[in-house]
Structure formats: structure tokens, C-alpha cells
């Protein structure tokens, strides 16, 4: 079966940092790029990063770009993002998604999500 | 960064067709992709690329796309179709960006 499984998510107070962990199987995980989104409490989705296959190139968007690192290690069929200077406003459910191999850009496969609460 | 634009919300008679419009200059160069998401579950992909639909999803779902607008119809919708719906695109103004339409509530009276 096909899977993601996000983890790491927390209660953590402005300016904190955390690690999220997302879990790849069912699948060749180094084969595709892979993405994370969030979704803020009662709002709409927000794509948050990328990272190509193999890692080496990384893109952000302009809410998260310098506070937010995306990685992943193939070896072992993971995908990780580093959360530094957190804000309230990045309150979210953080999903995974992996990117399909139809040409066109479109997410075939998402986690269930990970809650990342930032108050103090 | 560009945006896209969606409905807040549309009411569908059960059986009958509905369409959710996504307005944003990025679809000029881009194809859209749609999402469907119910309460408290992750969304699933239901269209991409021009008019194409992942295994699994019915043929009830269609896309297209004229100009800066694209559409997802829902031919004869069901009452398990109730749900919010996202289209998705590259971001016209950066390369390897992506962004989120504002979301459609579809009911299904």
C-alpha cells in the first residue's frame, strides 16, 4: 500500500523550532519529488516546499523562505522539514504529498497530516 | 505571487451537474489540478493535467480550461460528492512555486 506518515507535530511557543518527519512506503521514494502543505485551522490549503528527488534542488514560498529547510534521506524513505522562528500564523496541520509522474505538476498521494500549534 | 480564485460555495441538486470555476493568470501557461477534501481527511487528487482523472476517481469528474479559468464538473453529483474543493497550479510569477485556489464548498441538496 501506498503510504505517507507525517509526525513530529507539537504545541511550541513563537520563535521555537521544530522537526517534522514524514515516512514514505508502497512506493520507490527516490523516484519522485516530494512536497509539504498546510492547512491553518478552518482555512484553505497553502503549498509550503519542495525538494527533487534526490535533493538537490529545494524551493520555498516567500511565507517560509529562510525559516523553513526542506530535506530528505533516501536511504531510509524519509522526508523532513526544519521549522526555525516559528509564528502563530504558522499554526497548521503540515501534510506530505508526493508529486505524481504525469508531466503535469499534480499530488497523488497525501499523509494524513502532522498539527503544529505555535502559542505561547 | 499570483493567485487563484474560487467560488466560497455552490449547491448542487442530487443527480444533476455542477461546476467549479479557478480563475488566476497562471492558468494561461499551466494546467490546473483539483482536490477534493472531506471533514478531518486529507484531500485526494481527482483531476490533472488537461482532463485527466487518477485511478479510482469516477468518470463523473471532468476538467477543462479556457484562457485564465479552469473548471472541474461534477456530472450527476452524488451525495458523497459534498466536500471542499482545491485547484492547484504552478505560480505564473516562479518557477518551481505552486499555489492553492481559495477553496469551493459543494453541497449536495
Known amino acids: 500500500e501506498v503510504q505517507l506518515v507525517e509526525s513530529g507535530g507539537v504545541v511550541v511557543q513563537p520563535g521555537g523550532s521544530l522537526r517534522l518527519s514524514c515516512a514514505a512506503s508502497?512506493?520507490?521514494?527516490?523516484?519522485?519529488?516530494m512536497h509539504w502543505v498546510r492547512q491553518a485551522p478552518g482555512k484553505g490549503l497553502e503549498w509550503v516546499s519542495l525538494?527533487?528527488?534526490?535533493?538537490?534542488?529545494?524551493y520555498y514560498a516567500d511565507s517560509v523562505k529562510g525559516r523553513f529547510t526542506i530535506s530528505r534521506d533516501n536511504s531510509k524513505n524519509s522526508l523532513y522539514l526544519q521549522m526555525n522562528s516559528l509564528r502563530t500564523e504558522d499554526t497548521a496541520l503540515y501534510y506530505c504529498?508526493?508529486?505524481?509522474?504525469?508531466?503535469?505538476?499534480?499530488?497523488?498521494?497525501w499523509g494524513q497530516g502532522t498539527m503544529v500549534t505555535v502559542s505561547s | 505571487s499570483s493567485e487563484l480564485t474560487q467560488d466560497p460555495a455552490v449547491s448542487v441538486a442530487l443527480g444533476q451537474t455542477v461546476r467549479i470555476t479557478c480563475q488566476g493568470d497562471?492558468?494561461?501557461?499551466?494546467?490546473a489540478s483539483w482536490y477534493q477534501q472531506k471533514p478531518g481527511q486529507a484531500p485526494v487528487l481527482v483531476i490533472y493535467?488537461?482532463?485527466n482523472r487518477p485511478s479510482g476517481i469516477p468518470d463523473r469528474f471532468s476538467g477543462s480550461s479556457s484562457g485564465n479559468t479552469a473548471s472541474l464538473t461534477i456530472t450527476g453529483a452524488q451525495a458523497e460528492d459534498e466536500a471542499d474543493y482545491y485547484c492547484?497550479?504552478?505560480?505564473?510569477?516562479?518557477?518551481?512555486?505552486?499555489?492553492f485556489g481559495t477553496g469551493t464548498k459543494v453541497t449536495v441538496l
Open positions: 504529498a508526493k508529486e505524481g509522474s504525469f508531466g503535469d505538476v499534480a499530488f497523488d498521494i
Open positions: 508502497g512506493f520507490t521514494f527516490d523516484d519522485y519529488t
Open positions: 525538494i527533487s528527488w534526490d535533493g538537490g534542488s529545494t
Open positions: 497562471s492558468l494561461r501557461s499551466y494546467y
Open positions: 493535467g488537461k482532463n
Open positions: 492547484n497550479s504552478r505560480d505564473s510569477s516562479g518557477n518551481h512555486r505552486y499555489v
